[in-house]
Structures are given as structure tokens and as C-alpha cells.
T-cell receptor
């Protein structure tokens, strides 16, 4: 089955610093990846759609200058949280979809837990 | 936008019991997936089921697309089934998944 990895799994940073999270599709090429955010005891909320070779599409209310997304290759998308603040502390999860074929099934990474102190 | 509602929000079962989780959605979809989120946060794909019925061991799922609902059946539940079950749908070619609020299942020994 399709495997998606994320790195790091957990990160603690000081307020005002930037943090980069990597999302990789390990056994398939993904032209599209998605970034979600999950607060404790809540559901997942889509932040943005990452497209290989073009700009990301952000959901309403998500600050594109704060959450920088780069889809540099068919197997790697990165999310950079710039000038992080305690309210950015959350669980960030990426997903990817195998292109082509009739299935729209998405596969999720294991998530990255960000704590901003 | 499309609305996704899951019920019940919480469910407590004794080991060995059966359960049914429901997902209602407000518009036509081209993707519906069921996930189990384990205690470490990983989303495990259970079913990709925009329509029809599928079975995998003790789990099965049915989606009635014309009536806009999906059901996840868990039979002979085990303590390892505990966690949050999410239903998510996508309704256009872009493939963005919209998640329900989840059902938190606790299976007691």
C-alpha cells in the first residue's frame, strides 16, 4: 500500500522561530499533497493543497505568509511555520493521493506534533 | 460547503460487542473514506468506499450514495479497536477531504 512519511514526528521550538515539516510519499509519486491541522480532541481541518511545480492553494482563514508550503518534487512537500507562536502549537498531518486511476483514496502521514514555548 | 456529520460522538462497549457508526453527508461525493486514529495520532485507512459495501475481517462498511450516508460496522470488538473513527468525504476533482467530527470508541475488557 501507499506509504507517506513525515519528519520530524515531534518538535519543540521557541516563540518567534521558524519550523519546517517534511512530508514524503515513499513508494509513489504525488502531484498533489494536502496539509491538515488538528487541535486536541478535535477533527482534522484542511489548511492547504500543495501542488507540485505550482503555488499552494490555501483554505479560507489560513495565513499563507505564516504557513509556507513548497512542493519541490513529486515525492516531497514541506510546510514551514514562520515566526511561530504558542497558538500555532498543534498536530500537523499531511496526506497524498496516487495520481491517475479511478481511485481518489488518500494516504496520511503519521503527523508532526509542534509545541511552541 | 459540504457538511459531514458523524454519530454517535462517543461510544463505550464491552469487549465482544458489535457496533454501528454512522456518517451523513450533505451533497454528492466522489470519495468517502473511513479512518481509525490510533493513540499516537496516525490515521489508519479502513475503507475507501464512495458507494457499495466492503468487508475486511471484523469490519465492514456500506455507503448508500443516493441517500447520502455511510455506515461502519465493527463486530466482536476488541480493546485495540479503541480510538477515534473518522469519516471524510471529497466532492470534486480537487480531492480535498472534509472530515466529520469523529466517533470516540472505548472498548472495555
Amino acid at each position: 500500500g501507499a506509504v507517506v512519511s513525515q519528519h520530524p514526528s515531534r518538535v519543540i521550538c521557541k516563540s518567534g522561530t521558524s519550523v519546517k515539516i517534511e512530508c514524503r510519499s515513499l513508494d509513489f509519486q504525488a502531484t498533489t499533497m494536502f496539509w491538515y491541522r488538528q487541535f486536541p480532541k478535535q477533527s482534522l481541518m484542511l489548511m492547504a493543497t500543495s501542488n507540485e511545480g505550482s503555488k499552494a492553494t490555501y483554505e479560507q482563514g489560513v495565513e499563507k505568509d505564516k504557513f509556507l508550503i513548497n512542493h519541490a518534487s513529486l515525492t516531497l512537500s514541506t510546510l514551514t511555520v514562520t515566526s511561530a507562536h504558542p497558538e500555532d502549537s498543534s498536530f500537523y498531518i499531511c496526506s497524498a493521493r496516487e495520481p491517475g486511476g479511478p481511485s481518489y483514496e488518500q494516504y496520511f502521514g503519521p503527523g508532526t506534533r509542534l509545541t511552541v514555548t | 460547503g459540504i457538511q459531514v456529520e458523524q454519530s454517535p460522538p462517543d461510544l463505550i462497549l464491552q469487549e465482544g460487542a458489535n457496533s454501528t457508526l454512522r456518517c451523513n453527508f450533505s451533497d454528492s461525493v466522489n470519495n468517502l473514506q473511513w479512518f481509525h486514529q490510533n493513540p499516537w495520532g496516525q490515521l489508519i485507512n479502513l475503507f475507501y468506499i464512495p458507494s457499495g459495501t466492503k468487508q475486511n475481517g471484523r469490519l465492514s462498511a456500506t455507503t448508500v450514495a443516493t441517500e447520502r450516508y455511510s455506515l461502519l460496522y465493527i463486530s466482536s470488538s476488541q480493546t485495540t479497536d479503541s480510538g477515534v473513527y473518522f469519516c471524510a468525504v471529497a466532492y470534486n476533482q480537487g480531492g480535498k477531504l472534509i472530515f466529520g467530527q469523529g466517533t470516540e470508541l472505548s472498548v472495555k475488557p
